[in-house]
């Protein structure tokens, strides 16, 4: 038996490498913190080289006419005093009404706006960072950051314009936030994340799919927070939103239920080569802010994507039910990307949605899903602006081919982000785990 002399040398031994372990873990955690700071930095400069004339001339660009043309104009009625949904039309729901408002604070001229919108859409993308370079430190280790950062600044180079011309980061960042909450240890802050995204956009909600799921098979462990707390947010933001509009609430919604088929939409793309390859009639012509397309069979093909947007969230959600190897984080991603890919409205900037779930995910899964939604970033880029008056508008066969290629290659993604299992990383740095890990099973 060893002595109590021999003993407390050992247990010195411990604690120094345990301080020294710990004092490694926390330097490797700020250098990385300032790493994601430095990407939010750097990020700020291929947009400058972009949209300066713009900026400085009011030169028009495609992805900011929202910035002008929408957000503006909300913004100075609502400073008039005139009420959102009561007094004027508003196609997004309550909760997205601070991300418009606040840059009024900055100056009533259109100048003033933009500048601050465009910072205030850079400090979210800026938070953005932080928390990926948090979430990948935590599932794989603080060594894997500095990669996932240089994926996002891939990806965020084409989608530049986009990010900080839309209100589709603040959601993204917000079903992200959700998932990895209720999916950890604090479920009653994911059930309330997830509840005030679905009042930006309606997407996030989808989280409370998966998440539900797992709390109803173990009652008696969650006590269901995170769904209780998921529809006590919801139901208060739409009480407060009809308090706000009143009946205008109603025609909000109406607004997207009247959509025809937008032309980036997955159905459109085959049907549009049909056209140019049979010469049946068909036109890209405005509608609700984007461009729809106009033939004999779009309506069809809008009634049809209602049943095909259910069968494919179904199809999505089973084997993350029936599996014990796939990730909440996974599924909810899944999820998303196959509501996108459904719908009848795709809009270019609706991949953004996907982009925090696909930069965490781990092993040779993500390794696979990484260059592939990149290459999708690179297509969308070509396919908006670059090709869109110029191509795609005037239903050129060469854009329509180009869509074409994205949307297979997101079915791909989807496909891949279904039945494709994450490995489960345990490297020397991992932070410590908090509570259930959002790898757990759904079951």
Not at 139 to 151: D, F, I, K, T, Y
Not at 276 to 292: F, K, N, Q, W
Not at 298 to 303: G, H, K, L, Q, T
Request: one cysteine or more.
């Amino acid at each position: 038996m060893r002595g109590p002399s021999e003993d407390a040398p050992s247990q010195r031994e411990d604690r120094y490498h345990r301080n020294s372990e710990n004092g490694e873990n926390a330097r490797t955690c700020t250098r990385n913190i300032g790493l994601a700071a430095v990407v939010g930095l750097a990020c700020v400069v291929p947009l400058l080289l972009t949209i300066s004339p713009w900026l400085l001339t009011g030169r028009g660009i495609d992805e900011f006419a929202n910035i002008d043309g929408l957000y503006y104009f909300v913004a100075v009625r609502v400073s008039q005093g005139q009420v959102p949904y009561r007094d004027f039309l508003l196609e997004y729901p309550i909760g997205s009404l601070p991300q418009i408002m606040l840059p009024i604070l900055a100056g009533r001229s259109v100048p003033a706006y933009r500048c601050a919108y465009i910072a205030e859409m850079l400090l979210i993308n800026a938070l953005m960072l932080q928390v990926l370079a948090w979430q990948v430190g935590r599932r794989e280790g603080l060594a894997a950051v500095p990669r996932r950062l240089a994926w996002y600044f891939l990806c965020y180079f084409f989608l530049s314009r986009m990010i900080v011309s839309r209100i589709d980061l603040v959601p993204a960042l917000l079903a992200f936030l959700a998932t990895v909450e209720w999916f950890g240890s604090r479920p009653i802050v994911g059930g309330i994340l997830a509840g005030l995204g679905g009042l930006v956009k309606i997407f996030p909600v989808l989280v409370a799919i998966p998440a539900g799921l797992r709390e109803l098979c173990r009652p008696r462990e969650t006590w269901l927070r995170g769904s209780i707390a998921f529809v006590g947010s919801s139901v208060l933001g739409v009480a407060l939103w009809y308090l706000l509009g009143g009946p205008g609430l109603m025609t909000s919604i109406l607004y997207h239920a009247e959509r025809g088929l937008e032309i980036g939409s997955l159905y459109a793309g085959p049907l549009m080569l049909l056209g140019r390859l049979t010469g049946e009639p068909m036109v890209a012509e405005p509608g609700h802010g984007s461009y729809e397309l106009q033939c004999a069979m779009a309506p069809a093909a809008v009634a049809a994507s209602r049943y095909v947007q259910l069968l494919a969230l179904v199809f999505t959600l089973v084997p993350f039910v029936r599996s014990r190897r796939r990730s909440g984080m996974q599924c909810a991603g899944a999820l998303i990307l196959g509501l996108i890919l459904t719908a009848p409205v795709f809009s270019p900037q609706f991949i953004i949605w996907v982009l925090p779930f696909i930069l965490v995910m781990s092993g040779s899964l993500g390794r696979r899903a990484r260059p592939l939604y990149a290459l999708i970033c690179v297509l969308t880029f070509l396919i908006y602006p670059v090709f869109f008056h110029r191509g795609l508008v005037p239903l050129w066969m060469s854009a329509v081919l180009l869509l074409n290629l994205r949307n297979s290659l997101l079915i791909a993604l989807w496909l891949l982000m279904v039945f494709g299992t994450e490995s489960a990383p345990q490297p020397a740095d991992l932070l410590a785990n908090h509570g259930d890990s959002e790898d757990g099973p759904l079951s």
